[in-house]
């Protein structure tokens, strides 16, 4: 996906404040933009490069609704600021389906198991698993273990038996299991 082709929502901007500049990898897209240095990460995902699929729940820390991933570590977008992800190589939830080859086997077991209701959390969710799953360590896959792997992220509406489902066969679909 194309960032600097997206469209920029307008958001208002405090002309007493400096602005820095920052450069990064979107998505496998080098974007620069001028930013106030207070600009929260998630906000500039959202606002400044209009990739809605992270999403913003408590805004501190709590729910994992922004995680990303900053140089294939998962991070708390609503906890970094903008100016700190200067130079890495940022992944949003965007990144996960490949245009041919369809959804991740994350997205995919997600879907076949019912992982999923209101679908707020997901991308977190998501991002989250990507980073376990795309580190070479063996995964655990029982429940305690899986359990351990979204204990950063919160979901109000599955109960979470249906995603413990849905990591086991993203594992049995990418030939982890
Ligand atoms: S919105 Fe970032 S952790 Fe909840
Ligand atoms: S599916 Fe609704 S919050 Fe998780």
């Known amino acids: 996906m194309n960032a600097r082709a997206l469209p920029r929502p307008q958001i208002p901007v405090n002309s007493a ?4 500049a920052v450069t990064l990898t979107v998505n496998g897209v080098e974007v620069s933009r001028e930013v106030s240095p207070r600009m929260l990460l998630s906000d500039f995902i959202r ?24 140089d294939g570590v998962s991070a708390r977008s609503c906890l970094t600021l ?20 369809g959804l991740s086997v994350l997205q995919q ?3 076949e198991s ?6 707020y959390c ?4 998501l991002m989250a698993l ?4 795309e580190s070479g360590d063996p995964l655990d896959l029982s429940d305690e273990g899986i359990r351990e792997m979204i204990a950063g992220n919160l979901c ?3 109960g979470y038996a249906n995603i413990v489902v849905a990591v086991r066969r993203a594992a049995e679909l990418s030939g982890r299991s």
């Open 17 to 20: 404040d400096p602005r820095h």
């Open 47 to 70: 606002h400044e490069l209009g990739l809605t699929g992270t999403h913003v729940g408590c805004e501190h820390g709590v729910c994992g609704a922004c995680t990303v991933l900053i």
């Open 82 to 101: 903008a100016v700190q992800a200067d130079g890495a190589e940022l992944r949003t939830v965007e990144a996960l389906a490949d245009g041919d080859a």
């Open 109 to 111: 077991a997600f879907a």
């Open 114 to 119: 019912h992982a999923l209701q209101c679908g």
């Open 122 to 125: 997901t991308p977190g969710f």
């Open 130 to 133: 990507t980073e376990h799953f």
């Open 156 to 158: 109000r509406c599955t």
